[in-house]
């Protein structure tokens, strides 16, 4: 069956860098676009980042353009976020998805906090 793996978040400063790892399994990963979403607390699922399957065009959501990067190796079945110049407001749990299947991961953590 599908699975998602995330992992790399943390407790990080404001102005500091992460970065997510989503190891996929169980489905053709080299055939999928793959997306990064986050909650906050009390707040819904946001998408994040998208990267279609051969990872030849990303996009991303106007509140970390220019500061998140999603990046994908199919060899690996793995989906990255690079995430930059990180700020409170980014705190959340991550999510990665592939698009048009319906499993979700465990999700990783990001705070940060000073």
């Known amino acids: 069956q599908v699975q998602l793996v995330e992992s790399g978040g943390g407790l990080v400063q404001p102005g500091g860098s992460l970065r997510l790892s989503c190891a996929a399994s169980g489905f053709t990963f080299s055939a999928f676009m793959m997306d990064w979403y986050r909650q906050a607390p009390g707040m819904g699922r946001e998408l994040v980042a998208s990267?279609?399957?051969?990872?030849?065009?990303?996009n991303y959501a106007d509140s970390v353009k220019g500061r998140f990067t999603i990046s994908r190796d199919n060899a690996k079945n793995t989906v990255y976020l690079q995430m930059n110049s990180l700020k409170p407001g980014d705190t959340a749990m991550y999510y990665c998805?592939?698009?048009?299947?319906?499993?979700w991961g465990q999700g990783t953590q990001v705070t940060v906090s000073s």
């Open positions: 998805k592939a698009r048009f299947l319906a499993s």
């Open positions: 990267i279609t399957s051969a990872g030849d065009s990303t």
